[in-house]
Structures are given as C-alpha cells and as structure tokens.
C-alpha cells in the first residue's frame, strides 16, 4: 500500500515514519535466507572481506560473526530485488519525488550478549549534499525491539541545527555526549516485514543487543536524483554508473539547491566502517549500558 497523508504527514513533522506489514512473508523469508548465505560464508573466514565486516567478539571462543554486510544488493539478487521493490519506490517518490537514485544498502547485524551498539549520529553527518531529499529504509530481518537494540530516533530532530560529528579536530562520526537531550527519544520497535523510513538529518542511534536472539537490519538509502553530493569522496567518477544508480524516474545534471544546515565532514576520516569510525568518540552514549 501507498502510504497515506497522513503518514507523509508524520514523516515530515517527526522525520520518520513506521509502516507496518510492508514486505509479504514471502519476501521476508527470501531476505533472511540470503542473509544467512552470508552467515554460513563468515563461518569460513579468519578476517574481513569487501562485503562482510565481522563482530569484535567473533573470535572470543566461538565461530566468526558477522557485524555489517557490505552493499549486499551488489552481492545477492535478493537485495537487489529489493532494493528496487516497486511498493518501497512508491514510498520514496511520496517523500523525495519521482526522480530516485539509490545511495547505499547494508545490514547490521547484532547478536546475542551485548552486541553492536550505534553511536548517536544522523546521516547528514557523514554525506551533505545540495539539499537534503534523502531518506533511509529500515527493514526488519528479524525482531527488532528495545532489548534487541531496535533503532532509537529523537523526533524532530531534522529540522534542528546541524551537529558537529567531529570531536578534538577528528570526524568521529558521532554526537558528542551532552551535545543533545534524548529525553524524548522513541524507540523504533518493528517485527520482520515492518519497515522504518527515516530522513537523512534525523538523529538516531541503537543500543546493544541485550535479548537472546539476532537482531539483523537492511537498511537501503536513497537520494532525490537533483541531490548532488557536496564532498568529493562521495561525487562520483564514473558518470555511466552514476547513471545507473537511478531507480526510477531520470536522471539530472541539475543539482538543487535548497537551505539546509551543514556540518563539513572535515578531516575526512580514514577508509574505515561506520563502528571504527566511531570508536574514535571519547565517551559512548551507551557506555552504561555496555558495561
């Protein structure tokens, strides 16, 4: 189903929106058995490849975890599938337009035990472009609730200042702790099948996983076609395959610009994933938790 004005409605005010029952069960069951081809692949290696990032603890007496799956529609017809899946692009062109360009997809992956916590950030963070028509899908592998680490989101937040992401001259991909109050956070609590939309500027952040099950997310970023990318490492080189990038709609060689709030990404930071970026901040927002 489309989504309704009013949930529009509710992705503009709030910066993110939950639709429930968006993917069928079968689609469901397709996503999880691609994610655990993936699995039974990390169970063979002995260190991180160009698609799978694996667990700090995977080597703490037990086989290899895996944390983060890598642009996984570029590795599995599934993903690919879905990151086209017409329903999600009607979703989409409600909010950005009906000129869409794919951004990125991955998976996090948290495991039983206290795994994979997600520093406060917001995406804006680590790529500003010309105006701010991106957005990120959340689907739900499997549940995804308090105890499990779900999302948490601040409401409004989108339409905030632009926070600084870089702590002691460093891009740490990160909200200093104390440099926002998450009295009114909200936790995005979805059942496999439930999807999550959230704007590119929204803060967000997750717990670790304190439940006894897995708790694995796709998450699939699109951009409006006219938002052009303002730091040279995400513009790109090969002007075929940006071309490419374009789900629906056309592309454009218009960049729109519109007012947003900016915080340059600026030392750009090493060639490293989202949770070694992190590790640079100097005290985690979940560290009680953690402990």
């Given at each position: 189903m489309p989504l309704t004005p009013g949930q529009v409605e509710a992705y503009?005010?709030?910066g993110y929106v939950i639709v429930r029952n968006a993917l069928s069960q079968r689609n469901v069951v397709r996503l999880r058995e691609a994610a655990d081809s993936f699995a039974e692949q990390a169970r063979r290696l002995n260190g991180d490849t160009d698609a799978i990032e694996l667990d700090d603890t995977a080597f703490n007496g037990g086989p290899p975890r895996i944390r983060r799956i890598k642009s996984p529609h570029l590795q599995h017809e599934a993903f690919a599938a879905m990151l086209a899946h017409p329903p999600l692009l009607d979703m989409v062109e409600a909010l950005i337009g009906a000129d869409i360009r794919w951004h990125h997809t991955k998976i996090n992956a948290k495991h039983p035990g206290g795994s994979g916590h997600v520093e406060w950030h917001a995406d804006w963070g680590y790529y500003p472009h010309t105006n701010d028509d991106l957005l990120e899908i959340s689907i739900a592998l499997d549940p995804s609730t308090e105890a499990s680490g779900c999302l948490k989101?601040?409401?409004?937040?989108h339409m905030g200042p632009a926070?600084?992401?870089?702590?002691?001259?460093?891009?740490?991909g990160a909200v200093p702790v104390g440099s926002f109050d998450a009295q009114d956070a909200v936790n995005i609590e979805l059942e496999p099948g439930d999807i999550s939309i959230h704007h590119v500027r929204l803060l967000h952040g997750s717990g670790p996983n304190r439940s006894r099950c897995q708790r694995r997310l796709l998450l699939q970023g699109y951009a409006a076609a006219d938002a052009w990318p303002l730091m040279a490492q995400h513009q790109p080189s090969d002007w075929p395959a940006w071309d490419q990038r374009i789900l629906r709609g056309r592309p454009s060689v218009d960049a729109r610009m519109t007012p947003c709030p900016v915080k340059v990404p600026l030392p750009v930071a090493p060639a490293l994933g989202l949770f070694e970026i992190q590790r640079g901040l100097s005290r985690s927002h979940f560290a009680e938790a953690s402990n």
């Open positions: 503009r005010t709030h989101v601040l409401p409004g937040s926070l600084n992401h870089t702590e002691n001259g460093r891009f740490v």
